[in-house]
């Protein structure tokens, strides 16, 4: 019987919860059955766990900027003064010269006035390059992964790509799981990837912004009416406050998959470059508990851990 590719996208709140150190966790535990795929673009850091080989990259391109091309100007200021952003700015030129415009490609947001009313047809408009995506080879397995340029915009689109690319190399190699590393928040590129996800896990903190975050998230999940799981990170430096939010988490519709200690081993691996899975960490063993939970409700095949301890 053909097995079912599924998804399960890892998401916190907030940055600094842990996420990213749960998804390579998951991505060790995957044990090579899994297609990995880090969809926060905006901060992307699955890579300093898993040191990926990249085996194919490619630019990423979305929208279009303007380019006025100085030796078509005529210097008639046409540009500058429809531009609604402020993005044209004359250069200093010396007294007499022809004066000339160019374009802030920062402050540009791509609506193409300047370009459809040069009267000289000065202005190109060829499309953004917003970033740059990567497939890799890890130790765990096929990564698909990106990077957005600096002050960049579309990252939803980009995380869609980085999707479909790992769903594309998952049923081109048999894989039944993709195990998506999310962005924190609820913007965007949040929504671009829990769309049409199979399974989502929350990672949260005992902390009274990691309670709030929480819920913003599984309100978010609900609305994509994707079923999700939660875990508290560090729950040992606050027990109230995390019985507090598994309540709450429960109440808003979602599973506690589970609790993990606050351990120091965990920092340790990363500087290592490794998940505080492939350790013998006690951590190891709640973030062990809490894949076995979440793997039990998907359909694929559970894949099986070859990490040590």
């Known amino acids: 019987m053909e097995t079912k590719l599924q998804e399960l996208v890892i998401i916190s709140g907030k940055g600094g919860t842990g996420k990213t150190s749960v998804a ?15 969809c926060d673009v905006d901060a992307a850091d699955l890579h300093l766990v898993l040191a990926p080989r990249i085996i194919e990259s490619a630019d990423f391109k979305s929208g279009h900027e303007a380019v006025i091309r100085r030796e078509a100007c005529t210097g008639c200021g046409r540009c500058a003064e429809l531009c609604r952003f402020g993005a044209i700015r004359s250069l200093k030129r010396p007294i007499g010269a022809k004066p000339l415009y160019a374009v802030d490609p920062a402050a540009c947001e ?26 890799s080879e890890t130790r765990c397995g096929p990564m698909v992964h990106a990077c957005l340029a600096v002050a960049a ?11 479909r690319e790992a769903r594309r190399i998952a049923e081109e190699k048999g894989l039944p ?22 399974r989502v896990l929350a990672v949260t903190e005992p902390t009274v912004s990691g309670e709030h975050d929480l819920e ?18 560090k729950w040992d430096l606050n027990p109230e406050m995390t019985e507090r939010i598994e309540r709450s988490a429960e109440r808003a519709g979602a ?5 993990i200690r606050y351990d120091r081993a965990v920092t340790a691996a990363q500087i290592q470059a490794k998940a505080v899975v492939e350790t013998g960490a006690p951590s190891a063993e709640d973030v062990k508990g809490i894949w076995e939970k979440v793997m039990i409700t998907l359909n694929a095949e559970r894949p099986t851990s070859n990490a040590e301890g």
């Not at 535990?29 to 990995?36: D, F, Q, Y």
């Not at 799981?177 to 199979?198: E, K, N, R, Y």
Request: aromatic share 6%.
């Open 216 to 233: 913003r998230v599984l309100q978010l999940a609900r609305h994509f009416e994707v079923t999700t799981f939660v875990c508290v990170n």
């Open 153 to 163: 915009e579309n990252s939803g689109k980009l995380v869609s790509l980085v999707r």
């Open 177 to 198: 799981l993709i195990v998506t590393d999310g962005p924190p928040g609820i913007g965007c590129p949040v929504i671009a990837s829990l769309t049409g996800a199979d």
């Open 110 to 135: 791509g609506c193409g006035v300047c370009a459809r009313f040069c009267p000289a047809g000065a202005v190109a408009f060829p499309e953004r390059l917003c970033g740059e995506w990567m497939v």
């Open 255 to 259: 599973t506690v998959a589970g609790r």
């Open 24 to 38: 390579a966790s998951f991505a060790a535990l995957a044990a090579g059955r899994a297609v990995l795929a880090d």
